[in-house]
Each structure stands twice: as structure tokens, then as C-alpha cells.
T-cell receptor
Framework: DSGVTQTPKHLITATGQRVTLRCSPRSGDLSVYWYQQSLDQGLQFLIQYYNGEERAKGNILERFSAQQFPDLHSELNLSSLELGDSALYFC?????????????FGPGTRLLVL | AQKITQTQPGMFVQEKEAVTLDCTYDTSDQSYGLFWYKQPSSGEMIFLIYQGSYDEQNATEGRYSLNFQKARKSANLVISASQLGDSAMYFCAMREPQMDSNYQLIWGAGTKLIIKP
């Protein structure tokens, strides 16, 4: 158990819908990262938050947004869902932002868009 | 250009044998970090081992060790005495400084390792 929690574990929804994925980082970690893992694109970095502020953006679509709340949990919002958004979405956390910090991953949310 | 290359899409290894999973990387930075993660069929991503570009010794963690060859830009994972539970996808990832001083993980495509009894 990495100490990072994600809910829900599975999500099935329809195209055009909106969903929210939730992540609680390990105790004491200030950085939260979101990754998408799909069969055709592999693992891709989406976005990072550090202590409530957006720190870095990767290949995140405009239909996707995220935030980190004062209690450091984070939510990833996916809207106008398309079939291609079906993927495993990971949240990871680390204490800060230094190079050698390990990112610990949550169990992931498996999203299926029908 | 690929930043992280894992040339072995899949490998079969006999139980108790050692296995080497290849990873080569591309960076112009002097300071970077290399990580290996394991993803079993259940889906979770498990951190295995870290090697910093300035670390003088190769990293070791139990049965895992990293064969780090900086000049060749390779960071191969070695698993000694493989076990059935080692069957999983293995990902090599690199963290390098970005323009905004943040350090994102860049991932290889992974190697699927199957341990045969």
C-alpha cells in the first residue's frame, strides 16, 4: 500500500458525460501528479499540483481540468468524454518537487467510456 | 525522439534465473533521475528503485539492482533469483529538469516479464 488513495476504482460512463476522479496523497506529501495510461499512448503525464497551485502541465486536453484543495487532496475533472478517454488514470504524490523524490502511485481509476 | 527506450516488449524467464531489463535514455541534462516501476496485472504502479545521475554507486534494493552506465545512457534493471510474483510490466522512467524547474516523469513503453515455473 503506497498510502495514496484514489476513488472510484472503476467508472463506466457514456460519451459526452463528465466525471470527477479523486485523489488523496500520502500524509505529508505536497505534490500531486496525474497520469493517464492508455493502450495506444502508454503512460502520459497530465498535470502536477504543488501545495494547491498548478506547477506543470503535460499532455492534458482542454476538456480536462484539475485542482488541489487546501487539505491537499486533488480532483481531476474530465468532461465531454470521448471513447478515446477510456484509460487508467493514476494519481501520484511526492513530498515536494526535487529531482530524486520518488513518486508513489495510487491504485488508479479505470475509466470506461461507452 | 524517444526519451526512454525499452527495447524488449516481452520476456520469458525461467524461475530462479536472473533477468536484465533494458532501458536507454536520452537527455542533454547533467542532472537527472532514473526510476523503475513494476505494474502487476492488478494495475497498481509499484516503485522499485532509483538512480541519480550523480550517484557514484549503482543502486540496489533487495533483489533489484540497477546497472547504470552513464556514458552509454543506459540504466538496466537486474532482478536476481526471479520469482513467479515478478511477472508484471516493468517501466523505466526518467525525471529531468524542465524549463519551469519542475520534474516530470517521462516513461518508456514497458517490458512485459513472464516468469515460467
Amino acid at each position: 500500500d503506497s498510502g495514496v488513495t484514489q476513488t472510484p476504482k472503476h467508472l463506466i460512463t457514456a460519451t459526452g458525460q463528465r466525471v470527477t476522479l479523486r485523489c488523496s496523497p500520502r500524509s505529508g506529501d505536497l505534490s500531486v501528479y496525474w497520469y493517464q495510461q492508455s493502450l495506444d499512448q502508454g503512460l502520459q503525464f497530465l498535470i502536477q499540483y504543488y501545495n494547491g497551485e498548478e506547477r506543470a502541465k503535460g499532455n492534458i486536453l482542454e476538456r480536462f481540468s484539475a485542482q488541489q484543495f487546501p487539505d491537499l487532496h486533488s480532483e481531476l475533472n474530465l468532461s465531454s468524454l470521448e471513447l478515446g478517454d477510456s484509460a487508467l488514470y493514476f494519481c501520484a504524490s511526492s513530498p515536494g518537487t526535487i529531482l530524486r523524490e520518488t513518486q508513489y502511485f495510487g491504485p488508479g481509476t479505470r475509466l470506461l467510456v461507452l | 525522439a524517444q526519451k526512454i527506450t525499452q527495447t524488449q516488449p516481452g520476456m520469458f524467464v525461467q524461475e530462479k534465473e536472473a533477468v536484465t531489463l533494458d532501458c536507454t535514455y536520452d537527455t542533454s541534462d547533467q542532472s537527472y533521475g532514473l526510476f523503475w516501476y513494476k505494474q502487476p496485472s492488478s494495475g497498481e504502479m509499484i516503485f522499485l528503485i532509483y538512480q541519480g545521475s550523480y550517484d557514484e554507486q549503482n543502486a540496489t534494493e533487495g533483489r533489484y539492482s540497477l546497472n547504470f552506465q552513464k556514458a552509454r545512457k543506459s540504466a538496466n534493471l537486474v532482478i536476481s533469483a526471479s520469482q513467479l510474483g515478478d511477472s508484471a510490466m516493468y517501466f523505466c522512467a526518467m525525471r529531468e529538469p524542465q524549463m519551469d524547474s519542475n520534474y516530470q516523469l517521462i516513461w518508456g513503453a514497458g517490458t512485459k516479464l513472464i516468469i515460467k515455473p
